[in-house]
C-alpha cells in the first residue's frame, strides 16, 4: 500500500488549502485515517483523524474550527481543508492510515511521504 498525499504549497496568513491523500489500496486493517504535520524544528504533531465510515473525527485543540478532514472512501482519499491559515501552521504533512481513529502515531501503520505547506506572507 502506499499514500501519496498532495495540495501543499505557499500561502498566505488567513489562507487556505486543501490536502489531498491518496491510496493505492485500502489495507485489509484500514479503519482510521489521520493527518500529522511536523513544523520546523518541531516534532511530529497530530492535526486529525477520521473513520473509515466517516462518522467519527477527531482534531488537534489548535487546528479545532479551522481545519475539516472528510474522506472518500470509494477513492480510497483522505482530505484536509485547511482554512484561516497561520505562520504556525508551516509544516510537512503527513497521511496515515490505521486500524483506529487516534491521535498517537504509533497507531498509524502506513504513511505517506508528507506534502509541505507554508504560510507566509
Known amino acids: 500500500v502506499q499514500l501519496q498525499a498532495s495540495g501543499g504549497g505557499l500561502v498566505q496568513p488567513g489562507g487556505s488549502l486543501r490536502l489531498s491523500c491518496a491510496a493505492t489500496?485500502?489495507?485489509?486493517?484500514?479503519?482510521?485515517m489521520g493527518w500529522f504535520r511536523r513544523g520546523p524544528g518541531k516534532e511530529r504533531e497530530f492535526v486529525a483523524a477520521?473513520?473509515?465510515?466517516?462518522?467519527?473525527?477527531i482534531y488537534a485543540d489548535s487546528v479545532k474550527g479551522r481545519f475539516t478532514i472528510s474522506r472518500d472512501a470509494a477513492e480510497i482519499r483522505v482530505y484536509l481543508q485547511m482554512n484561516s491559515l497561520t505562520p504556525e501552521d508551516t509544516a510537512v504533512y503527513y497521511c496515515?492510515?490505521?486500524?483506529?481513529?487516534?491521535?498517537?502515531?504509533?497507531?498509524?501503520?502506513?504513511w505517506g511521504k508528507g506534502t509541505l505547506v507554508t504560510v507566509s506572507s
Open positions: 496515515a492510515f490505521g486500524p483506529s481513529v487516534a491521535n498517537r502515531s504509533a497507531v498509524y501503520d502506513h
Open positions: 477520521i473513520s473509515w465510515s466517516g462518522t467519527a473525527t
Open positions: 489500496s485500502r489495507p485489509w486493517n484500514t479503519y482510521g
